[in-house]
């Protein structure tokens, strides 16, 4: 039955009938950990609820209900701006799909006196025209041609706001290199609570204000110019956060070209430092003339990378990767990027081992991407170089170090102890870096895309969009293709309102790991916005359809084959362990009052209740972090600790409909969950704390013409798949697998595991180390596909982030009651406050003190005493 706005009385008749059925949505709310881990504990929150039935109080001729809805609570939680809402089905009545959206506080909207709600940032516009990481609850995007605006989102741009800026106009020609004066916003970059926009070479910022966050009005009145007599050719993001900030680089031109300026944002306050901090790029490497186009700042191990173009002197220019460490302040050359394109001789990929022969045309480097999971390094403009592995930083081993002479050779040894402005030469393997000949050199990249969970997205200067996954070396086309027309033909056929023949793509960018488009869309003569789903599997299956079939003569007449790629025909995960040991997710649930009314149906007061008993939930979890244990590790334990004993006396009021108020509050519906079990597929991300492993199983359905079998010595030996699998880790210095094969069945049992060589002294949750595993199926990348009900879905690459170190959900609390108890043993008596507090007791000062502590996760509720190590 369709159900949406075109079919209204469709849609109303099926809420009736799924409330009829038994149909009740649960919806789970996720909290995003803040960035200040200093100011806010980090912990990954969630609270699970039951929607309420409520009816509306329209007049209509039925005797119980024409409209009706379902309504929970939206919690909001200090430290979190970016809330994620899960909706589902309990499994009742009829099918409803899952549905998924972000609710997000906008710190940049202002309440007027006459109720009506304005930005801080600049005035909205109604005329049409034309963010960073997943911490921030707005995005921005400038770029729209001369004209001081941005596009500003609260919700990833399912809808969106054009803002004209209250920004000054200033022309900076004086002292910047920069041919005309122009209104449009270049770079606009959006992060927790801070926007920055870059205009004329100037930099502004505007903060906005999140008591939720800060705790106190840190927003800006108005858009905040910085680096004054400076000139800015562009704003570099920074996707990842590191040490409670985040980070935004701005390149410089004119007087400080060759340094860069690396801002940091904590709390709202934005400063900026100037690097490297003794002298320019261009000195140090030894040139007279070099322009930094592009930076990356690689926050874990606080370490710049720098595109640095160079010119020698017979003013030939070529590009350098220079790396800077801002610990030890000196500066590494990685690699000389070629002159001119290799040749590929019809080959995906080719090494750069420096023997290989080249084409007369130049590589253009214009921009980095790096992904500190899987350590791949990008390089790209008319070309696509991709580097796997570290690159060298403080501890690889240097051939040639030179002094503050520069020119005086000095012994060989590592950098890590070179003195404060030595140049270390690196001893880089130009073997590292892959050239990716599917890309053209015909093409030049505009910008990449990357999902951090193993793919990347490219759009080039001709508007085309390109297709990288992990595990292969292969570039693939997804627009224009062959798939895109058969795709775009289906959607004509639905008469779809995303697709129109006249439009044009305004950015490309990820989302909960699916590929978005926001695209302008011409229709009668009428433009508009959209943002529409990048059907990537549904085009990768598209084009392999239209390439691998046959026609075959059979009986006097043609058939249609096709040949099947994927080397396997099902692949399942099994054995997972419970996830919450990994994930770290603390969950709550929370279910309505019961309402004692025969149709079930609640109103505006049992609805209140729900919502302040979800509020006094969560304000209880925010009160157990403290560093002492109550008797029992649990934080409802408090709630319902005095009213135990009464709970069947309440539940006899609710049976005979005498409760206070028509409501029933049923005390075992509100509590924290510990044992969720795992469901068939690898979680989001895992944390591995010293030492431990994560585990599960593999069974792998093979085509049947891929079996083999052999003979030996005259005997027939079980047929074998000729399936494999292969692993990659990002860090193989800190992690390691052990795959076990049991042929008969075709399972694999993977074990990934800490080597316990990479970890920090950091608290629960602080300092973590970024790193993944793939585990994927050989020849499978591109060719195997699972029907779901929520489309088509690729497999055989299956990518798991990783997070090492003490993770978060863990402390220690000291044990009020156990010491209580052994003082009195020990001291045969016990002398308490004079005014006594059950939460902090006093001990008598001559006695001899016995202080005790547990070791407690909050995650799992596991408890025990700390012994000391």
């Known amino acids: 039955m369709p159900v949406g706005p075109s079919y209204p009385q469709f849609s109303e008749a099926l809420v009736r009938k799924g409330h009829l ?76 799909p899952n549905k998924s959206f972000r609710v997000n506080i906008n710190g940049f909207l202002e309440r007027q006196q006459d109720n009506t709600l304005r930005f801080t940032v600049g005035n909205e516009v109604s005329r049409p025209g034309c963010g960073e990481g997943e911490k921030a609850p707005v995005l921005i995007l400038g770029g729209i041609p001369e004209e001081k605006s941005i596009l500003l989102t609260d919700t990833n741009f399912k809808d969106f706001f054009l803002v004209e800026l209250s920004i000054d106009n200033c022309w900076v020609g004086s002292f910047c290199p920069q041919a005309s004066f122009t209104a449009t916003i ?71 070209e060759g340094y860069v300026y690396l801002g940091t944002i904590t709390d709202g306050r934005v400063s900026f430092e100037l690097l490297p901090r003794q002298r320019s790029v261009c000195d140090a490497i030894k040139v007279v003339n070099c322009s930094i186009t592009w930076a990356v700042f690689v926050a874990g191990h606080y370490n710049l990378l720098l595109l640095v173009e160079t010119e020698d002197a017979s003013t030939r220019k070529y590009f350098q990767v220079v790396s800077y460490d801002l610990v030890r302040d000196y500066l590494v050359i990685l690699y000389t990027v070629p002159e001119f394109i290799p040749d590929a001789q019809g080959l995906e990929f080719l090494n750069i081992l420096g023997t290989e022969s080249y084409t007369n045309i130049s590589m253009v480097p214009k921009g980095m991407s790096y992904n500190p999971y899987n350590n791949w390094l990008f390089i790209w403009g008319n070309f696509l170089l991709m580097r796997y592995g570290g690159w ?113 793509m305004v950015t490309l960018f990820y989302e909960d790991s699916k590929l978005y488009q926001l695209v302008y869309l011409i229709d009668n003569q009428q433009g508009r916005l959209v943002k529409r789903l990048v059907p990537v599997e549904q ?38 362990p419970n996830p919450q040991t990994y994930t770290r997710q603390e969950r709550y649930r929370a279910q309505p009052p019961r309402v004692l009314e025969p149709s079930g149906f609640h109103n505006e007061i049992s609805l209140a209740v729900y919502q302040g008993l979800v509020y006094y939930l969560l304000w209880l979890h925010s009160v157990y972090d403290k560093p002492y244990a109550d008797p029992v590790h649990d934080p409802t334990w408090r709630w319902w600790k005095d009213r135990r004993q009464d709970q069947d006396y309440y539940f006899y009021l609710a049976s005979n409909w005498r409760s206070a108020g028509k409501v029933h509050i049923d005390m075992t519906s509100y509590e924290k969950i510990y044992d969720l079990k795992a469901e068939y597929e690898l979680p989001e991300r895992i944390f591995l704390d010293k030492g431990t492993s994560y585990s599960f199983s593999i069974f792998l359905t093979a085509q049947g013409h891929l079996f083999k079998s052999e003979i030996r010595h005259g005997v027939s030996v079980q047929p074998q798949s000729r399936a494999k699998l292969a692993v990659v880790l990002g860090d193989p210095g800190c992690i390691k697998v052990v795959m076990k094969k049991e042929v008969l069945i075709n399972r694999y049992l ?22 993944s ?62 005014q006594v507090d059950r939460e902090m007791p006093c001990f008598f000062f001559r006695d001899i003190f016995y202080p005790f502590f547990l070791i407690q996760d909050l995650v799992t509720g596991d408890s025990g005493s700390f012994q000391g190590r």
């Not at 038994?22 to 709310?29: F, N, S």
């Not at 609270?47 to 939206?74: D, G, H």
């Not at 570099?236 to 701005?250: K, L, Q, R, T």
């Not at 130009?430 to 990449?448: C, H, M, R, T, V």
């Open 186 to 256: 270049y770079d606009a970059i959006a992060t927790e609570s801070t926007l920055f926009i870059r205009q004329n070479q100037l930099v502004y910022y505007f903060t906005g204000t999140y008591i939720t966050l800060h705790e106190s009005n840190h927003g800006s009145e108005k858009w905040v110019h910085v680096l004054d007599n400076e000139c800015v050719k562009k704003l570099c993001p920074v996707h990842f956060h590191s040490n409670g900030s985040e980070y935004i680089i701005a390149l410089t031109a004119g007087k400080h």
């Open 539 to 576: 085009l990768l299956m598209y084009q392999q359809l239209s390439n691998s079939y046959h026609l075959k003569p059979q009986g006097g007449h043609l058939t249609l084959s096709f040949t099947e790629f994927c080397p396997f025909m099902v692949l399942r995960l099994r054995d997972l």
């Open 773 to 834: 595993m793939l585990v994927k199926v050989v020849g499978s990348a591109w060719h195997c596909f699972q029907n779901t009900l929520q489309g088509p879905r690729m497999q055989g690459n299956l990518m798991i982030p990783v997070l090492i170190g003490c993770p978060p959900g863990k402390r220690l609390a000291f044990d009020i009651t156990y010491t209580l108890e052994y003082s009195r043993l020990q001291n045969k008596h016990y002398f308490d406050c004079a």
């Open 392 to 504: 060298a930083d403080s501890a690889s081993p240097a051939p040639l170090e030179w002094g503050p002479s520069w020119g005086t050779d000095v012994p060989q040894g590592p950098c890590l102890g070179a003195p404060t402005s030595y140049l270390c030469p690196s001893s880089y393997n130009n073997q590292n870096f892959i050239y990716l000949a599917d890309f053209p050199k015909e093409l030049s990249i505009k910008y990449l895309v990357n999902s951090f969970h193993g793919e990347v997205a490219i759009v080039t200067e001709t508007e085309e969009i390109w297709y990288l996954l992990e595990g292969s070396y292969r570039v693939n086309q997804l627009f224009p293709s062959k798939g895109w027309e058969v795709y775009i033909s289906l959607q004509v056929m639905h008469q779809s309102s995303l697709y129109a023949p006249n439009e044009t």
């Open 750 to 771: 993977v074990t990934l595991s800490d080597k316990r060589s990479c970890f920090d002294q950091g608290i629960s949750g602080h300092h973590l180390r970024k790193t």
């Open 21 to 96: 059925t038994g149909l009740k949505p649960m919806v789970l709310v996720s909290f995003q950990s803040p960035v200040n881990f200093y100011h806010w504990k980090i912990e990954q929150l969630q609270i699970q609820m039951e929607a309420a039935p409520f009816r509306s109080k329209e007049l209509c001729n039925a005797e119980e209900v024409c409209v009706m809805s379902w309504y929970t609570p939206m919690p909001i939680k200090n430290g979190s701006v970016v809330m994620r809402v899960d909706v589902s089905s309990n499994g009742l009545g009829p099918f409803i």
